[in-house]
């Protein structure tokens, strides 16, 4: 395979409150490639759109990235680490948007009600490139049509307001890429639609990362789209990435207790109508409550007291591309990992 | 369904129209119809789900039973426990009151249906209390009861919603809904807002509740994977109408309606080795306030036919079970999905 485009080493990003520490993103560990779609899976506040929001540098205050390494490898075939960048420098504002197009869970609040969405993407366009106000214009018509939108000559001069979610998902869809990125994050792209619109909207993001060889990341909490998109999964529990490895495996030789637990746990169209889901027992803590050692111990069924309440397991390999952070493959140490 | 006793539940040509009002005048412009002939019935310890894309008249249809809106027309009819059947949708303000204590409501948001200054026992107990049901001591012995039978801690009784996570928030809400034993529960996206781990703890809480209590649950959602683990029956909506209704294994192998075919092909497999070509639906849900002429879903449909453009389809009998609206019911071949 190519070289990864972006590879994110040991993220850390922790937010300081009056409560205490949050560790929002504790260890996370990915790679990405071009032409191909990496799926970032877990529950309500693992740390999915925080790790998003860290490689982007828009993480809010109090937070702040702490550890760990984003390296991105350019276009003239350099590599420069995010994470040592200003946040606000120029050279971060041209990879944020330029070189990283991303969509966010809230196409209401991420899309001005004030501009019209082709001023928004012509805005957007001359950002990262020097074309006329008459250029621009037609540019943003041919990305409303690639994105789908009946009409984009007319479309290009309403307002947010005026267009159905769908249609807004895709407007944002066509704003993220006005700048021609190699890499899109698309952060629940789909969460607040119908199944029939989320159908439209994966089909689109699928036939446009094989037009332009683009690399996606695509954060989700619906284990049926990451099997339906993705290449390779990350899944993440309470700020760590607990397993990677290519989608066939995370489905069907899942190696990481959590993983198997939430697969089975997952309600299918295929399955038998009355039929009992299985559990996991508990709840996600409180992320002021994480417990000590392995993260998920107190959820296990694997669990081995005196070791996963202890020590944190480290990241092991499996095979070549699979990983699993969990103590059953990882002896434990005298130092934490 | 067995035809021993009259169905829990019995929604006959129910309609909804808001009107649309504009002007200095607020004169009426238009309605939005939002539920438009729907007719089901559900049986005692059943299930009947319904589902649709947003804006097809679910909430609404489910408000109506309640009667937390009046119906524009149409008859709801429900068995109370001295077996008798009243109309819910006429009865005065004060004659309903003893019916609609016999239904009850599980809401979407764990978070905002708490009262967040009164305590679980509280909570619990309030519907006992404004009915005036037991004294303080027997109201208490009932919420202790009613923690066990939604597997909480009697412990919890004291403390405030704050403290409790979203899927004890919906067992909490799910106690509440039981105090005054009823017999049939409205659940509109019961599980929606919940975290994958805790949805399956719900979802077969709802089902064990069913079994011990023979509760009939009205369950609206918008996930069809939920619906196959948690109903009977299906009913499909389209912009106010029911298209389809059928048992539930043969509504998902065996969809008679093309808009069921589009629905259960757009919803994702959780396995990679099952990518499938997908109908991808063109265009959008029809406006309830100028719904297309003859089949509503007609602009959508790829099977569509000069005669759709016309003329409205019944809910029929399809064979096999099925009810379905429409003019090619008999002849198409459509693709469900299969069980494992
Ligand atoms: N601005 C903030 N201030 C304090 N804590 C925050 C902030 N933003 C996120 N967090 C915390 O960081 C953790 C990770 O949040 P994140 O939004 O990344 O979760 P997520 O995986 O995207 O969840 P969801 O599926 O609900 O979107 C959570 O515990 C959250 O409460
Ligand atoms: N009080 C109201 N006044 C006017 N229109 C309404 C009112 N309540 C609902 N509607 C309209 O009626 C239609 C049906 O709405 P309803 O909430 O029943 O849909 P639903 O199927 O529950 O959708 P969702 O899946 O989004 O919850 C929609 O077009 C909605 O805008
Ligand atoms: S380290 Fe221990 S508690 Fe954690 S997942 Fe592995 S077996 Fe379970
Ligand atoms: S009646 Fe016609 S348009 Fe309507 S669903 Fe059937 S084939 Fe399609
Ligand atoms: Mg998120
Ligand atoms: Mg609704």
Known sequence: MADPILSVRGLETFFHGDEGIVRAVDGA????????????????????????????????????????????????????????????????????GGEIGYVFQEPMSSLSAYHTIGNQLMEAIRL???????????????????????????????YSFELSGGLRQRVMIALSLAAEPRIL???????ALDVTTQAQILELIRRIQEERNLAVVLITHDMGVIA????????????????????????????????????????????????????????????????????????CPSFMPGTCDTGAPGLTRLAPDHEARCFLYDQPRETSA | ?????????????????????????RRVV??????????????RGETLSLVGESGCGKTTTSRCILRAVQPTEGSIRFLTGDGRQVDVAGL?????????????????????????????????????????????????????????????PRAYMNRFPHAFSGGQRQRIGIARALALNPALIVADEPVSALDVSVQAQIINLMLELQERLGLSYLFVAHDLSVVKHVSHRVAVMYVGRIVEIADTATIFA??????????????????????????????????????????????????????????????RDAGGGNLVACHRAAELELRGVAAQ
């Open chain 1, 29 to 96: 560990s990915f790679d990405l490639f071009p032409g191909r779609t990496l799926g970032i899976v877990g529950e309500s506040g693992c740390g999915k759109s925080v790790t998003a929001r860290s490689i982007l540098r828009i993480v809010e205050r109090p937070g702040r990235v702490e550890n760990g390494s984003v390296l991105l490898r350019r276009a003239d075939g350099s590599t420069v680490d995010l994470v040592k960048l200003d946040a606000s420098s120029r050279e971060m504002r041209e990879v944020r």
């Open chain 1, 128 to 158: 990262h490139r020097t074309v006329t106000k008459a250029e621009a214009r037609d540019r943003a018509i041919e990305l409303l049509r690639m994105v789908g939108i009946p009409r984009p000559e007319q479309r290009v001069d309403s």
């Open chain 2, 254 to 315: 065996r969809p008679r309606h093309p808009y069921t075919e589009a629905l259960l092909s757009a919803v994702p497999v959780p396995d990679p080795r099952k990518r499938a070509k997908r109908i991808v639906l063109e265009g959008e849900v029809a406006d309830p306030s100028n719904v297309p002429a003859g089949c509503a879903f007609h602009p959508r449909c790829a099977y569509a036919t000069e005669r759709c453009r016309q003329e409205k389809p019944e809910l």
């Open chain 1, 185 to 191: 994050i698309a952060d629940e792209p789909t969460t």
């Open chain 2, 1 to 25: 369904m067995s035809t021993a006793s009259p169905p829990v539940l019995s929604v006959e040509r129910l309609r909804k129209y808001f009107p649309i009002r504009r002007g200095v005048l």
């Open chain 2, 30 to 43: 238009g309605h939005v119809k939002a539920v438009d002939d729907v007719t089901f019935s559900i049986a």
């Open chain 1, 228 to 299: 339906e998109m993705a290449d390779a999964v990350a899944v993440m529990y309470l700020g760590k990435v607990v397993e990677t490895g290519p989608v066939d495996a995370i489905f069907h030789a899942p190696k990481h207790p959590y993983t198997q637990s939430l697969l089975r746990s997952i309600p299918s169209v295929l399955a038998q109508p009355l039929s009992r889901l299985a559990t996991i027992t508990g709840s996600i803590p409180h992320p002021f409550a994480r417990p000590a050692g392995c993260p998920f111990h107190p959820r």
């Open chain 2, 92 to 152: 005065p303000r004060a004659e309903l009151r003893p019916v609609r204590r016999q239904m009850q409501m599980i809401f979407q948001d764990p978070y905002s249906s708490l009262n967040p200054r009164m305590t679980i026992s509280d909570i619990i107990a309030e519907p006992l209390l404004v009915n005036g049901i037991g004294d303080l001591d027997a109201r208490r012995r009932r919420v202790a009861e009613l923690l066990d039978v939604v597997q909480l």
